[in-house]
Structures are given as structure tokens and as C-alpha cells.
């Protein structure tokens, strides 16, 4: 059987206030076409689909069209969970019409798959929640698949039946995969973990979740660790991080298969991928990395004077980018006209004073934010005046303002 892995697609993300929705349609074109290339006969997405639990219609609307393409009219597999920037509701809503072309859509880990067969003869023929068994015409060998789209804590809780407030949710979700492998996932099918979770390596330090991405909390453990992966699971497809990572600590594979493009100045530089998996039951799964060509670069770019950012931007047009002058004072008015004048993505234009950055570490304000407003406001201005206590009629148009 051969699976393509993608997740955290985020569809209708901006950047600031560059939306990124062209971007997104070329590499999800892009992603059906290597799924076309590749005859790949099962799609998993793990999580993540929108970026809001709202998402514009357009957004919505470029999530089914790219489904429907990948499920070949039904006659290859698709399984889609939710993730924590997902509503679960909305994506189970289509989930009867999804069906008819073999697209399973999971918003809650208790969720479950009636059995159902297609014309092309791909078949559900046995579910639980948080488990999926797939026929595949095409294929020797049955897929197994524990889901565990993301949930709160409320909704892990509900899910796996516990009361108990104090219990860790990292040991019973643990306890509870344990519980579907060994009743499902023996030798003689293919079987898979895909879940939107925070996964970490055994007894090491844990990476760094997106910037702007919300921290996922499992029972106020922030990681759930690969040793707690069932050792009847041959890989592992995970969403949540959007780098390409490879985690060791479980019997088979533990993959982030990446977000399909780079959704902040954190992930500047960063090549995305999918990944596509040849599974066979009983034998380890082979699998490579498919690089993604689609979507602009996020740069960032730092210059000592605007006459040489000029002549950078003007030859680097394509590309998303964060632009940093150090200069000696504030920028006019004229310079920042001349920067946006010659570059229509300057997502941001930050500035470094070189007083500041001279500054003897000595004299680096240590903020209370403790403090009042207007507290705050005279430290602030003592702070850029060589200490002297701001005049009255500075203080009184601080207070007017506030008043505003």
C-alpha cells in the first residue's frame, strides 16, 4: 500500500496582513499532483486544515476541491483529522456526502466510522472510536489506523472515560492506544498512529512548537513522549509542528511531515515536504520525503543603510519579507516611501537605533508591568531622556490621550 502524509495546511492563514490564500492553492495543486504521480493509494492529513475555526469561504471552499481531487472519485482513500486550530463540528459536517468518495473526516478523538463500501470497492470494515480497519481493491493488505484528532482536556477526558481530574492523560492515552492495538493491530495488516499532538523524544529536550501556534496542553503535560507509541505501530503520521522532523523512540517511524508552506518568519528558510510511505504488513515501512516547490520564500533581511536595501529588494522580488535598517535615528518619512516603493511584500520593516544597541548592558530598563500606566510612562520616558522626570505638559498630554 502507498500513503502519502501531509498536515497543518492552515488553509486561510496571512501573514500580518498578506494572505496567503494564491500561495495555497498552488501547493495544494501541487500535492495532488505528486499524489497522481506517485499512485499513492491512501491520503492522510494530520490536522490542521484551516487556520481558524471560521474560516472564509474561499478557504472552505479550496479544502473540498483539493479532497475531492485526492480521492480520484473514490477510488483512493482519504483520512483528514482535526487539529487545534480546527472546529471538529465543521469538520465532520460534509462527513455522509465525504464518504461517497471515500474521504473519512474526524473532528473528536470518540468520533467513529460506520462500515461503508464504494462502487470502487474500497471498504470500512471495522471501526471503533479512535480506530479504522480499510480494505483497499488495490491492495493485499488492510490498513489500521488509531486516529486522535486533537480535544482538549474536557474532550480527552469524555473520550477516554475518566473522572478522575488528577489522572495524566499522557499515561491514559498511552493505556488506551495499548487497548486498540492489541485488540486490532496483530501481523497481518499494516498498521499506523495519526494524531495532532506534541511529540517528544524519550528523556530529551522538547522542540520548539511554530511561533503563533497555540501550545498544546495534554493534562498540563506539554509532550507526549514516542516510548508511549504501541510497539505493534509501524509509523507514526503527526501534525501539529510545521518543520519536517524525524523522531526516534518507538518501534517504528514518528514523523512531522511539515506544514506545506512557511507560515511565519520562524520557519524562514525552512524547506516543506510530504512524505510517501510504502507499507507492507509484518515488515518495516520504507518511506521518503517529497520536497514542495510551491509558495513564496519568507526572507529575513538586515541593512546598515536604506541605499543598500534599495538595491537588494530591487533585484529579490519574489519573496515574503521581514526587513531590518539600523540607522542612527528614526527613518523618514521619504525612506520608507522609498522601500515600499520598490517591494510589494515588506511584510515588516523593523528598525535598530545604534544608540540603543550600544547601550551598556548595565543600563538595559527592567520593566514592572505591575505598574500603572502612567507608572510605566514616566520610566519610559526617563528611560530615553538621560533619566529627567517628564514635564508636566508631556505628562498632561499622556493623560489626554489615554482619555481619547
Same mark, same amino acid.
Given at each position: 500500500?502507498?500513503?502519502?502524509?501531509?498536515? =497543518?495546511?492552515?488553509? @486561510?492563514?496571512?501573514?500580518?496582513?498578506?494572505?496567503?490564500l494564491p500561495?495555497?492553492?498552488?501547493?495544494?495543486?501541487?500535492?495532488?499532483?505528486?499524489?497522481?504521480? !506517485?499512485?499513492?493509494d491512501?491520503?492522510i492529513?494530520?490536522? =490542521?486544515?484551516y487556520?481558524?475555526?471560521?474560516?472564509? &469561504? !474561499?478557504?472552505?471552499?479550496?479544502?473540498?476541491?483539493?479532497?475531492?481531487h485526492?480521492?480520484?472519485?473514490?477510488n483512493r482513500?482519504?483520512?483528514?483529522?482535526?487539529?487545534?486550530?480546527?472546529?471538529?463540528?465543521?469538520?465532520?459536517?460534509? =462527513?455522509?456526502?465525504?464518504?461517497?468518495?471515500?474521504?473519512?473526516?474526524?473532528?473528536?478523538?470518540?468520533?467513529?466510522?460506520?462500515?461503508?463500501?464504494l462502487?470502487?470497492?474500497i471498504?470500512?470494515?471495522?471501526?471503533?472510536?479512535?480506530?479504522?480497519?480499510?480494505?483497499?481493491?488495490?491492495c493485499?493488505d488492510?490498513?489500521?489506523?488509531?486516529?486522535?484528532?486533537?480535544?482538549?482536556?474536557?474532550?480527552?477526558?469524555?473520550?477516554l472515560?475518566?473522572?478522575?481530574?488528577?489522572?495524566?492523560?499522557?499515561?491514559?492515552?498511552?493505556?488506551?492506544?495499548?487497548?486498540?492495538?492489541?485488540?486490532?493491530c +496483530?501481523?497481518?495488516?499494516?498498521?499506523?498512529?495519526?494524531?495532532?499532538?506534541?511529540f517528544?523524544?524519550?528523556?530529551?529536550?522538547?522542540m520548539?512548537?511554530?511561533?503563533?501556534?497555540?501550545?498544546?496542553?495534554?493534562?498540563?503535560?506539554?509532550?507526549?513522549f514516542?516510548?508511549d507509541?504501541?510497539?505493534?505501530?509501524?509509523?507514526?503520521a503527526l501534525?501539529?509542528?510545521?518543520?519536517y522532523? !524525524?523522531?526516534?523512540?518507538?518501534?517504528?517511524?514518528?514523523?512531522?511531515s511539515?506544514?506545506p508552506?512557511?507560515?511565519?518568519?520562524?520557519?524562514?528558510?525552512? &524547506?516543506?515536504?510530504?512524505?510517501?510511505?510504502?507499507?507492507?504488513?509484518?515488515?518495516p515501512?520504507?518511506?521518503?520525503?517529497?520536497?514542495?516547490?510551491? @509558495?513564496?520564500?519568507?526572507?529575513?533581511?538586515?541593512?546598515?543603510?536604506?541605499?543598500?536595501?534599495?538595491e537588494?529588494?530591487?533585484?529579490?522580488?519574489?519573496?515574503l519579507?521581514e526587513? &531590518?535598517i539600523?540607522?542612527?535615528?528614526?527613518?523618514?518619512?521619504?525612506?520608507?516611501?522609498?522601500l515600499?516603493?520598490?517591494?510589494?511584500?515588506?511584510?515588516?520593516?523593523?528598525?535598530?537605533l545604534r544608540?540603543?544597541?550600544?547601550?551598556?548592558?548595565?543600563?538595559?530598563?527592567?520593566?514592572?508591568?505591575?505598574?500603572?500606566?502612567?507608572?510605566?510612562?514616566? +520610566?519610559y520616558?526617563?528611560?530615553?531622556?538621560?533619566?529627567?522626570?517628564?514635564?508636566?505638559?508631556?505628562?498632561?498630554?499622556?493623560?489626554?490621550?489615554?482619555?481619547l
Amino acid at each position: 500500500m502507498k500513503i502519502l502524509h501531509t498536515a =497543518d495546511w492552515h488553509l @486561510g492563514k496571512k501573514l500580518d496582513m498578506f494572505a496567503r490564500l494564491p500561495e495555497q492553492k498552488e501547493v495544494m495543486e501541487e500535492i495532488c499532483s505528486i499524489a497522481d504521480k !506517485e499512485a499513492v493509494d491512501v491520503v492522510i492529513i494530520a490536522g =490542521d486544515l484551516y487556520d481558524q475555526f471560521n474560516p472564509s &469561504t !474561499e478557504a472552505v471552499e479550496l479544502f473540498y476541491k483539493t479532497l475531492k481531487h485526492l480521492s480520484n472519485n473514490g477510488n483512493r482513500i482519504v483520512v483528514a483529522i482535526a487539529g487545534n486550530h480546527d472546529s471538529p463540528e465543521r469538520i465532520e459536517a460534509p =462527513d455522509p456526502l465525504a464518504k461517497e468518495c471515500g474521504i473519512i473526516l474526524l473532528g473528536f478523538p470518540d468520533s467513529a466510522v460506520k462500515p461503508f463500501e464504494l462502487e470502487s470497492g474500497i471498504k470500512v470494515i471495522r471501526s471503533e472510536p479512535g480506530f479504522v480497519e480499510i480494505e483497499h481493491p488495490n491492495c493485499d493488505d488492510k490498513l489500521r489506523l488509531l486516529l486522535t484528532p486533537y480535544a482538549n482536556e474536557l474532550r480527552l477526558r469524555k473520550y477516554l472515560g475518566v473522572d478522575d481530574q488528577e489522572a495524566e492523560l499522557r499515561a491514559l492515552l498511552k493505556e488506551n492506544w495499548k487497548k486498540l492495538a492489541d485488540e486490532y493491530c +496483530d501481523e497481518k495488516g499494516i498498521n499506523m498512529l495519526v494524531a495532532h499532538l506534541f511529540f517528544a523524544e524519550n528523556n530529551k529536550d522538547k522542540m520548539e512548537e511554530p511561533e503563533g501556534e497555540k501550545t498544546i496542553l495534554v493534562g498540563g503535560a506539554s509532550a507526549i513522549f514516542t516510548k508511549d507509541i504501541p510497539k505493534q505501530i509501524q509509523y507514526t503520521a503527526l501534525g501539529h509542528l510545521h518543520k519536517y522532523q !524525524e523522531l526516534k523512540g518507538a518501534q517504528g517511524p514518528v514523523l512531522y511531515s511539515s506544514s506545506p508552506l512557511a507560515y511565519s518568519f520562524a520557519e524562514a528558510g525552512q &524547506t516543506k515536504y510530504v512524505v510517501i510511505l510504502e507499507a507492507e504488513k509484518n515488515k518495516p515501512i520504507e518511506y521518503k520525503r517529497v520536497e514542495l516547490e510551491k @509558495g513564496l520564500p519568507l526572507v529575513r533581511k538586515e541593512f546598515e543603510s536604506v541605499e543598500d536595501a534599495v538595491e537588494w529588494l530591487e533585484n529579490n522580488q519574489d519573496c515574503l519579507l521581514e526587513l &531590518t535598517i539600523v540607522t542612527d535615528e528614526y527613518l523618514a518619512g521619504t525612506d520608507r516611501k522609498k522601500l515600499y516603493a520598490v517591494h510589494d511584500n515588506i511584510v515588516r520593516l523593523n528598525l535598530k537605533l545604534r544608540s540603543e544597541l550600544n547601550r551598556d548592558q548595565d543600563d538595559v530598563l527592567e520593566i514592572d508591568l505591575t505598574k500603572s500606566i502612567d507608572e510605566l510612562f514616566e +520610566d519610559y520616558f526617563k528611560y530615553k531622556n538621560d533619566n529627567q522626570t517628564p514635564p508636566e505638559e508631556i505628562v498632561k498630554l499622556f493623560k489626554e490621550l489615554q482619555s481619547l
